[in-house]
């Protein structure tokens, strides 16, 4: 029973050693332009929409990318790239704190006997620490569309769909379908 014990440890251990760089990827809010804890390098497939768990792309970076078609301010612009800092260097902070926690508990799972103890706090420590950075990134995502009026609020919902729908495989289209032309 012990074996089986460790043996389902050690590979929660191993499969968890490649989650946390892709939750770090998720984590950021600029879908495919950067790396781990940064809003930029989201790593997350898929549109700058909503998903069934709420935000599946970085908001933020669409406000700033549809800067003309949502008319902006500078300020608002200025305010946007600003939270958008602040996230990302919280987000390299965190996600350190993550991987240092992720090497203890691959640590403990390493002992010849596994204190199941300090495997179960320890585990509770990671998981916590990447629910704090969701958390974090769900807040700064709430603070940048309080910067936009209900209009812009509207026009960057109107964006995502249009965005969404654009997609293959979305909307009414599947997979490798192509629109036929119309007949008159």
């Known amino acids: 029973m012990r074996q089986i014990v460790t043996a389902v440890l050690v590979m929660a251990g191993v499969l968890g050693s490649a989650v946390p760089s892709a939750l770090n990827q998720m984590a950021s809010a600029d879908e495919g332009c ?4 940064v809003m930029r390098g989201m790593g997350m497939r898929g549109s700058w929409g909503h998903g069934r768990g709420g935000h599946q792309g970085p908001l933020i970076s669409m406000m700033l990318h549809w800067k003309d078609q949502l008319a902006l ?17 919280e987000a390299i ?6 991987d240092v926690a992720e090497l203890e508990l691959k640590g403990l799972l390493e002992q010849e006997k596994v204190d199941l103890i300090n495997v179960e706090a320890s585990t509770k420590k990671v998981a916590l620490l990447r629910a704090d950075l969701r958390l974090a990134r769900i807040k700064t995502i709430e603070s940048g569309k309080t910067l936009l009026t209900p209009e812009q609020q509207r026009k960057l919902e109107r964006l995502g769909h ?6 293959p495989g979305k909307g009414m289209m599947g997979p490798g379908m192509r629109m036929m032309p119309p007949t008159y």
């Open 73 to 89: 301010t500078s300020d608002q612009e200025r305010s946007l790239r600003g939270l958008r800092a602040n996230f990302e260097k």
């Open 93 to 98: 902070k965190r996600t350190s704190e993550i």
């Open 162 to 167: 249009d965005a969404r729908m654009s997609e």
């Open 34 to 37: 950067g790396g781990p804890g």
